[in-house]
């Protein structure tokens, strides 16, 4: 079945480093990828996505490359801030399961001034 | 738009009794899914709804869950009895061409 594998954390990392979770899948067809953030006490919010293989998602800073041949979604930034601390959750969804969402377990980042 | 709606926030029950949660989806989305998200773990699908159908059931804990969608618009899941393992943030989603929208949850602690 669906699933996906996510680095396992906690991740701590100084401010302005170099950011990289990596993300496997498993899947029947051809899913889209996402990544969703969940800053402290709030809700699971989109970060971005990728629909197809070699598209790139990208939002506030972040980046994923959805990699077919090694069934991979890495997120990257190139220079993290205090404010990027949260849990990130690495998703797929595709129409063979009905478009429910996999998560992996989730990686918590904490980036220290 | 407006986004999912969750209520309550936060609820404490002791085991063995009932309790249950609701969710308004974005107006106007067909499917709505209940997922329930353990401390430390990824969200996991417990069922899809689309309209006031259900798409899939396969992960409920029928024995004690149950999940209702009347009129195709808003949402209640309710567990009798909770067990202790039941403790978990229980989030509402609403997809969505860009992905899916989630609710803020409700956290549930079962003592």
């Known amino acids: 079945g669906d699933s996906v594998t996510q680095m396992e954390g906690p991740v701590t990392l100084s401010e302005e480093a170099f950011l990289t979770i990596n993300c496997t899948y498993t899947a029947t067809g051809y899913p889209s990828l996402f990544w969703y953030v969940q800053y402290p006490g709030e809700g699971l919010q989109l970060l971005l996505k990728a629909t197809k293989a070699d598209d790139k998602g990208s939002n506030k800073g972040f980046e994923a490359t959805y990699r077919k041949e090694t069934t991979s979604f890495h997120l990257e930034k190139g220079s993290v801030q205090v404010s990027d601390s949260a849990v990130y959750f690495c998703?797929?969804?595709?129409?063979?399961?009905?478009?429910?969402?996999?998560f992996g377990t989730g990686t918590s980042l904490t980036v220290i001034p | 738009e407006a986004g999912v709606a969750q209520s309550p926030r936060y609820k404490i029950i002791e085991k063995r009794q009932s309790v249950a949660f609701w969710c308004n989806p974005i107006s106007g989305h067909a499917t709505l899914y209940w997922y329930q998200q353990i401390l430390g773990q990824g969200p996991k699908l417990l069922i899809q709804f689309q309209n006031n159908g259900v798409v899939d059931d396969s992960q409920l804990p029928k024995d004690r869950f149950s999940a209702e969608r009347l009129k195709g618009v808003d949402s209640t899941l309710k567990i009798q009895p909770a067990k202790l393992e039941d403790s978990a943030v229980y989030l509402c989603?609403?997809?969505?061409?860009?992905?899916?929208?989630f609710g803020q949850g409700t956290r549930l602690t079962v003592v």
């Open positions: 989603a609403s997809p969505s061409r860009t992905g899916a929208f």
């Open positions: 998703a797929l969804s595709e129409a063979y399961t009905g478009n429910q969402f996999y």
